[in-house]
């Protein structure tokens, strides 16, 4: 019997008929999550194609309406007078939400917004699925078809039973229709699952799959549906790309289907002809296995970890006068990595605002110096031990203060750092002011994360357990920095018996040179964010996990009020 070339809904991922959407409009009193307010909210739970709830109310903002607002939407402010205020609605939403996928039509707005209301109210964004109807459109319909993607342009071309009349259910009918109408469209492109849609909704062309990728299905049929990583092979069994999934044989056979759009990755596997796995007891193990391949292989699909230990440092230099020199080999008293020399030279230069090193390069004997005082000495801001004007012992105080604010134990630069961009303000030297405040959120970064990895890597041995969402634990034992065993103790099976079997088994490491001890950078942050959060629990510590009073970290609050520099480490 020929065997068919179509994948079961099971192969493929989550089958689309067994998906449950909820399709959400919201009203607002303008564009701004930050600075307006939710006046209405409409949802629809549909799955396989069929309407199973609804949910409509408006929302008090606690303002007036904005008249263009009032005369887009029709909603005056006599309608919302008795209605809820968002805290009281909130909750409700987010159980509309719940285990299902976020539609909405132009999403990131709708999203920005619930995001917004969640961190403003205390609630924690639960972080579902999100398709935009908007962005499917565009992937699926030629513009000679849809030459707008507006919800009124696509509730006309699929003859939306609902006409969108900027109201909140209203509106989320219409979308349903849209999403119906497209998701008859996607299906003729073989996408059958959600996670095949989800990759759709994120390019801007539809694609068909290859016969290159139709031919190599086959390729993981004998992969487990167990979580690890994965490894395709090339004619020379060369490593060609290394990744990590949950599910093995799932995710690698997404490779093979029209869900997979990247022109990189469809390259690659026209190259492959082996796809080799390895099975770990959870995802943290796969994801530092993952480092270590990438490390090991040099995979050229693979763009980011092909160079863990490349990476650049702040460090001072062994002398008479130490000064802070970029390196890519840090010694003991380094701070970083920096993804760039860029970003170390400017963490360089706002130390040396606080802090008087020398900013110069030559070497400086401890006696007898006999250059010339550069003008940094005229300026105030160098005492010239070049020119033999500062001894060593003058000197050790800034070296001191170097490394108490690198190690955590005085953060007065940081301080005095920022009382001269409140000042800089006040004097409404504002350009001043930006420079020197965005300098100093990018140092309590790098400070922050530099404290945060040299605190984990100093402990000889870490032991902490995870709850896996089904009743039992997810173990790792953690040395000097690296992931030393991995395990799990299954519902019903007493953890510590498995700790300890894996603790007597883990693997031994050596602490090496440096602030991390010889540990990649990057597996010491997956460690820390593990250990740190998704309710791990430290089971042992040897010695204690500390990290120093006086860090950075005090600062990251500052840090992200004075300059959005995205999120700061956990």
């Known amino acids: 019997m020929q065997r068919s070339n179509q994948l079961s809904f099971d192969e493929l991922g989550t089958p689309l008929r067994e998906v449950t959407f909820v399709v959400l409009d919201l009203e607002t009193t303008g564009g701004s999550n930050r600075t307006d307010a939710i006046t209405e909210v409409g949802a629809v739970k549909v799955r396989g194609g069929e309407v199973v709830g609804e949910l409509a109310t408006l929302v008090d903002p606690g303002t007036g309406l904005p008249p263009n607002i009032v005369a887009l939407t029709g909603i005056t402010t006599a309608m919302i007078a008795d209605a809820p205020r968002l805290p009281a609605v909130l909750p409700s939403v987010l159980e509309f939400l719940s285990g299902a996928v976020l539609v909405a039509h132009n999403a990131p707005f709708d999203v920005g917004f619930l995001r917004a209301a969640c961190e403003r109210h205390g609630h924690v964004w639960p972080r579902p699925p999100v398709v935009c109807t908007a962005r499917l459109a565009r992937a699926v319909l030629s513009r000679d078809e849809a030459p707008s993607v507006r919800l009124a342009a696509l509730a006309r071309l699929f003859g939306a039973s609902t006409v969108p009349i900027h109201r909140a259910l209203a509106d989320a009918r219409a979308t349903v229709d849209v999403l119906h109408g497209l998701m008859e469209r996607v299906g003729n492109l073989g996408v059958q699952s959600l996670e095949e849609l989800l990759d759709l909704a994120r390019e801007s062309a539809p694609h068909r799959p290859t016969e290159a990728q139709r031919r190599k299905r086959t390729l993981a049929d004998a992969l487990p549906a167990a979580p690890g990583v994965y490894l395709f092979r090339g004619a020379r069994d060369e490593v060609l790309y290394v990744g990590t999934s949950g599910d093995l044989r799932r995710r690698v056979r997404s490779y093979f289907t029209s869900g997979e759009r990247r022109k990189r990755v469809r390259d690659m596997v026209a190259q492959a002809e082996r796809v080799d796995s390895v099975v770990c007891a959870h995802a943290l193990e796969a994801a530092v296995r993952e480092l270590r391949l990438i490390s090991a292989h040099q995979p050229r699909y693979n763009r980011r970890s092909r160079k863990p230990h490349r990476a650049w440092w702040v460090t001072p230099t062994a002398e008479a006068f130490p000064r802070l020199s970029v390196v890519t080999t840090p010694r003991d008293g380094a701070f ?154 299954r519902r019903g099976v007493s953890p510590m018996p498995v700790i300890d079997a894996l603790r007597t088994g883990a693997q031994t490491v050596l602490a090496g040179e440096g602030p991390l001890r010889g540990a990649p950078a990057e597996e010491v942050w997956l460690l820390h964010r593990w250990l740190s959060s998704g309710g791990t629990r430290l089971v042992h510590s040897a010695p204690a996990w500390t990290e120093p009073a006086r860090s950075a970290a005090a600062w990251t609050g500052w840090a992200e009020r004075a300059r959005p520099v995205g999120p700061l480490p956990d």
Do not use: M, N
């Open 336 to 489: 970083g990595p920096f993804r760039s020399r860029q970003q170390a030279v400017a963490a360089v230069e706002t130390v040396l605002d606080a802090v008087p090193l020398r900013s110069c390069t030559q070497r400086i004997p401890a006696r007898g110096a006999s250059a010339s005082p550069c003008a940094l000495h005229e300026l105030g801001r160098c005492a010239a031990p070049c020119a033999g004007l500062q001894s060593v012992e003058e000197y050790a105080p800034a070296v001191a203060a170097a490394a108490a604010l690198v190690d955590g134990v005085d953060d007065g630069p940081i301080r005095r750092l920022a009382a001269e961009v409140a000042q800089l303000g006040e004097q409404q030297r504002y350009e001043a002011a930006v420079r020197r405040r965005d300098r100093l959120a990018g140092l309590v970064v790098a400070l922050t994360r530099s404290q945060r990895l040299a605190a984990l890597a100093a402990v000889e041995e870490i032991v902490g357990a995870r709850p896996d969402g089904r009743g039992g634990w997810e173990i790792a034992v953690v040395r000097y920095g690296r992931l030393a065993a991995a395990g799990v103790a």
